[in-house]
Nanobody, 124 residues
């Protein structure tokens, strides 16, 4: 069982930055592919970014490419999402997800564990 707890969300003006963190419990964090997803009110959940177990491969949605950076620190059991040049359309609840022994850029339904999410609000 893995528990995921996100933090770092908040209210920021357009053009600003936030760094989200997702802390994982358990001793096998390094085996997990980690992903960030977001869901805005009235919209479906969408993929944001993912990172392989060793950080060697990263994947991004086109809408955030060049603005967001996913990274991980396996010694701290934590994955990060650095968000720069934020736009009002980035407003959503951001959730992290963990999946064991996944390859490539997994679909949402392939992840095994999910956090509760953290709210990000970008004002214009």
């Amino acid at each position: 069982q893995v528990q995921l707890v996100e933090s770092g969300g908040g209210l920021v003006q357009a053009g600003g930055s936030l760094r989200l963190s997702c802390a994982a419990s358990g001793h096998t964090f390094s085996r997990y592919t980690m992903g960030w997803f977001r869901q805005a009110p009235g919209k479906e959940r969408e993929f944001v970014a993912a990172i392989s177990w060793n950080g060697g491969n990263t994947y991004y949605a086109d809408s955030v490419k060049g603005r967001f950076t996913i990274s991980r620190d396996n010694a701290k059991n934590t994955v990060y999402l650095q968000m720069n040049s934020l736009k009002p359309e980035d407003t959503a609840v951001y959730s992290c997800a963990a999946g064991a022994f996944l390859v490539g850029n997994p679909r949402a339904n392939e992840y095994h564990y999910w956090g509760q999410g953290t709210q990000v609000t970008v004002s214009s």
